[in-house]
């Protein structure tokens, strides 16, 4: 038995070294939606630049997958810890190495080329991390708190956007236009070779899972745990991939072309806009634990389908409230939208991870959350662009976002309640009765 102090201790080095795997992950995005277009895609008109450049965003989310698969495979077999250290060792040194990398004027078209290299094995990298950072908490969490400890790896997300805008914040703030597009702009990417040694440091200190050390003591690892997931778990990770449509593409057009949508479109002053971000990011990170509490008292289904309607129901309000130019509403749509996003995140490890058996539960989780990013999250920055480039307004893009809220209901439907239950080596089958058992958990 895991006692209250162990736990907050792993909940804490899960958030931290999540928070520093996400933010070279999220430096990235800043970057490619403000700088990359002119360093790596000078040849293109300004709109098909940043197309490019985001494109280039999206090459990280299509190699995302296949670092869910691998990762995950060893996660099942060998063990969560060394799988969270190896990807976080990777993913510190790609971003170093973007730092470094030459810009178009200096080496040409090998410029974009490598840029796009490094963002595939970004992409790769932290595949295989939101598995096994998850894992880690709720497989030692007690199971009438899961949700509340769960959320905690998950507030490393917006927390890494936060850093993340903040170091470009800083860096943009305290040199010249001139000298951030000459060298200030590789200064975020460096740090991260400082971070992620003690990222390394947490990881390695924190035990394994309980529920792995089941597996080994009683020798029921699965031998190869992504078959048993794609040939006998498909309906259920088709399901979760559904219900990550309205979160998904929502996070992405708030916090990434959101950036585009108000420098380029609105003209607001990129310190401005980087401002409202961090703030939104902020208020997202401490009240995501608050969600995942709940979701131990009323349910994880009823918790993230709230949010998720709530996105399909603000996202028209986010978009006019943007369009003012003004600087309090900017925050405000920024700081109201994230919140309620915020909800369906913090659930997501918890009820993610009650769909699947522990021996394949690492393979589960990761391929359903990563190729969901495949199919929602990458293409969003692009198909922003396109949409209001095509209508020269805000609303096809709106339209497209409640869409995906409307998939993501259908989809959880279909997803079995489990809070409060404990997690076997094996998962039930859900039956017809599978709601009252559920809400007596609960109670």
């Given at each position: 038995m895991v006692d209250n102090s162990d736990?907050?201790?792993?909940?804490?080095s899960s958030a931290i070294g999540a928070t520093l795997e996400w933010y070279d992950f999220f430096i990235f995005g800043s970057a490619a939606a403000l700088i990359f277009n002119k360093l790596f895609f000078p040849a293109f008109d300004p709109v098909a630049g940043?197309?490019?450049?985001?494109a280039t965003f999206a090459i990280g989310f299509i190699a995302r997958p296949l670092g869910g698969i691998v990762f995950g495979q060893f996660g099942d077999r060998i063990g969560r810890k060394a799988m969270l250290v190896m990807s976080?060792?990777?993913?510190?040194g790609v971003t170093f190495l973007i730092g470094l990398l030459p810009t178009y004027s200096q080496v040409g078209v090998t410029a974009p080329l490598l840029l796009t290299f490094l963002r595939f094995l970004q992409g790769f990298a932290v595949g295989g991390e939101w598995g096994g950072a998850t894992l880690m908490v709720i497989e030692h969490a007690p199971a009438k708190k899961r949700g509340a400890f769960g959320s905690w790896p998950q507030c490393g997300i917006p927390a890494a956007l936060l850093?993340?805008?903040?170091?470009?914040?800083?860096?943009?703030?305290?040199?010249?236009?001139?000298q951030f597009t000459a060298w200030g702009w590789r200064i975020p990417f460096l740090v991260s070779g400082v971070l992620v040694v003690f990222g390394i440091f947490l990881r390695r200190s924190v035990s394994e899972s309980p529920s792995f050390k089941k597996l080994q003591k009683a020798n029921a690892k699965d031998r190869l745990p992504i078959a048993t997931v794609l040939k006998h778990e498909k309906r259920k990770t088709v399901a979760i991939i559904a219900a990550q449509a309205a979160e998904n593409t929502s996070f992405y057009a708030i916090v990434v072309y959101s950036l585009v949508y108000l420098t380029q479109d609105l003209h607001v002053p990129r310190p401005l806009a980087l401002r409202a971000l961090m703030i939104?990011?902020?208020?997202?990170?401490i009240t995501q634990p608050i969600f995942g509490a709940l979701s131990d008292r009323i349910g994880r289904k009823r918790v993230y389908m709230g949010g998720m309607i709530f996105i399909g129901l603000f996202i028209f309000p986010f978009?006019?409230?943007l369009h003012t130019a003004s600087f309090p509403m900017i925050v405000a749509a920024i700081s109201i939208a994230l919140i309620g996003q915020g909800s369906t995140q913090a659930t997501q490890p918890s009820l993610m991870g009650e769909q699947y058996a522990a021996s394949i539960r690492y393979s589960g989780v990761s391929v359903a959350y990563q190729f969901a990013t495949v199919i929602?999250?990458?293409p969003t920055p692009i198909l922003a662009a396109l949409l209001v480039g095509w209508a020269g307004?805000?609303?096809?893009l709106a339209a497209y976002i409640v869409l995906a809220s409307v998939i993501s209901v259908i989809g959880i439907t279909q997803l079995r309640e489990a809070a409060g239950q404990e997690l076997g080596l094996k998962e039930p089958t859900p039956t017809d009765d599978d709601a009252a058992r559920q809400t007596a958990a609960v109670a």
């Open positions: 736990i907050r201790r792993i909940a804490w940043t197309i490019a450049s985001l976080l060792t990777m993913m510190g850093l993340s805008i903040g170091v470009m914040a800083l860096t943009t703030s305290v040199m010249s236009a001139d939104g990011a902020f208020l997202q990170t978009y006019a409230m929602w999250s990458g307004s805000y609303w096809p």
